[in-house]
């Protein structure tokens, strides 16, 4: 995957240990991988945890929002592919905020298209 600088043996690693990600198109990926770049996520912190590309991008820019919001600056992007009740505990715990993530929200419209 060349926007990440990896060759084919270690997306095959990847897939392996991520293997809901051999099921997203490729073009999906790639846009992924700009949304979260303009987002201020490197291709190292990508590389590091692949996982973060399994989310969608509506759900990614609820929490960078919400941690802006709270006064956080973008943490490890592992906070970003936690389940939702981890992320939930993270913010209270961490941040002493309210996660307003519930999972009975609505759906959250997000500005930025993929």
């Known amino acids: 995957m060349e926007k990440l600088h990896i060759d084919?043996?270690?997306?095959?690693?990847?897939?392996?240990?991520?293997?809901q990600l051999s099921k997203i198109r490729e073009t999906?990926?790639?846009?992924?991988?700009?949304?979260?770049?303009?987002?201020?996520?490197t291709e190292d912190q990508i590389r590091a945890h692949p996982k973060i590309l399994c989310h969608s991008p509506r759900t990614l820019k609820k929490r960078i929002?919400?941690?802006?919001?709270?006064?956080?600056?973008?943490?490890?992007v592992y906070v970003f592919c936690l389940n939702q009740r981890l992320y939930d505990r993270y913010i209270e715990?961490?941040?002493?905020?309210?996660?307003?993530?519930?999972?009975?929200?609505g759906p959250v419209k997000s500005s930025s298209k993929l």
Do not use: Q, W
């Not at 084919?8 to 293997?19: H, L, N, Q, S």
């Open 93 to 105: 715990k961490f941040l002493g905020g309210s996660a307003s993530s519930s999972v009975n929200e």
């Open 28 to 41: 999906k990926i790639l846009h992924m991988i700009d949304f979260l770049m303009s987002e201020g996520i």
């Open 65 to 76: 929002n919400e941690l802006v919001k709270l006064g956080a600056h973008v943490p490890n």
């Open 8 to 19: 084919e043996a270690e997306v095959g690693r990847i897939c392996d240990t991520y293997p």
